[in-house]
């Protein structure tokens, strides 16, 4: 049997109760038996009260499955927590904390929202390798609707009423695409785009562009420009343009428009999904095994991170 379910079926039967997901979250924290967040000891003494709680042996620190990770502190059933998972996982076109609220039968939509904020920052592996090979880089906007902003944006490149964010697609050699990475940018200069070449492409990878002049001596990569007419740009970069088409049907479809106060967020379970998207039920693993690996976030640090780009 595979250590996470492949349909709702099976994840009802694996995960009906507080305990049968408090068992899944310790194999996933501690796949080699139980050590302890403080001193590494690797002996504990268990007790119950209601959930299941290890006191190291050695240092006697003491501590949950939740304690230290991003469910700490929650008061939310670890049921809650796994169905979240699972439908924003597995969802292939995302889920609204609206539309989590009512499936869940939370009692606030402040909470339905903070459970789907702290589970986009599980979409972002710490860890997670850049990409490399051939890469099609490019740079796109959506509309966001601040009360003040023109209702239609700027033309081309401006930046005016829009939310601005730099893409790149990894090709393979049959010229199908990998995983992809997507990032807000302040605005289409050398310093936003080489930063954003820099933190996602590895280095003595090809990086494919429409010829911006920008773009031109990008940090430790290969710069392959392909000048184009204004309604070319989608034959040279069929990949980096499919993704964009996708995030704003996604943005206007989902959630009718996303802030930029969260801009970024949106964007991290975007590349979730889509580089997850030929094993959509694996994803489910991946997220509770990140969730378990980062520090626990409150609603004001979430608020500020975000409000801090």
Not at 105 to 113: D, E, N, Q, R, V
Not at 134 to 162: F, I, M, N, T, Y
Not at 217 to 228: E, F, R
Request: aromatic share 10%; glycine share 8%; proline share 6%.
């Amino acid at each position: 049997m595979s250590d996470y379910p492949t349909t709702l079926i099976e994840f009802q039967n694996r995960f009906p109760d507080n305990e049968s997901c408090e068992a899944y979250l310790i194999a996933q924290r501690w796949p080699d038996g139980f050590s302890c967040p403080k001193c590494g000891h690797d002996e504990a003494y268990e007790f119950t009260r209601p959930e299941r709680i290890f006191e190291c042996r050695k240092c006697h620190h003491q501590a949950s499955v939740k304690s230290g990770t991003l469910m700490h502190g929650s008061k939310l059933p670890l049921t809650i927590w796994f169905w979240a998972a699972w439908l924003m996982a597995t969802h292939s076109n995302g889920i609204s904390a609206k539309q989590l609220q009512r499936q869940l039968g939370l009692g606030s939509y402040k909470s339905a929202w903070l459970l789907c904020a702290k589970l986009r920052r599980a979409m972002v592996d710490p860890h997670r390798n850049p990409l490399n090979g051939l890469v099609e880089v490019d740079e796109s906007s959506v509309p966001h609707r601040a009360r003040d902003d023109p209702p239609d944006g700027g033309q081309g490149r401006s930046g005016e009423g829009k939310l601005l964010f730099a893409g790149a697609v990894e090709v393979d050699d049959e010229g199908r695409p990998g995983r992809i990475r997507l990032s807000k940018i302040d605005d289409h200069s050398a310093e936003s785009l080489h930063d954003f070449i820099k933190r996602n492409i590895a280095a003595g990878s090809t990086a494919k562009t429409d010829g911006w002049s920008a773009y031109p001596g990008a940090p430790d990569v290969v710069h392959d420009p392909h000048v184009v007419g204004p309604m070319a740009a989608h034959v040279v970069l069929p990949w980096v343009h499919r993704v964009f088409s996708n995030l704003k049907t996604l943005a206007l479809g989902v959630y009718h428009g996303l802030r930029e106060d969260h801009f970024q967020s949106y964007l991290d379970e975007f590349t979730f999904r889509f580089n997850r998207r030929r094993n959509r039920p694996s994803a489910f693993r991946s997220l509770l095994q990140i969730a378990t690996r980062i520090k626990p976030m409150t609603y004001n640090m979430l608020m500020a991170s975000e409000a801090e780009g």
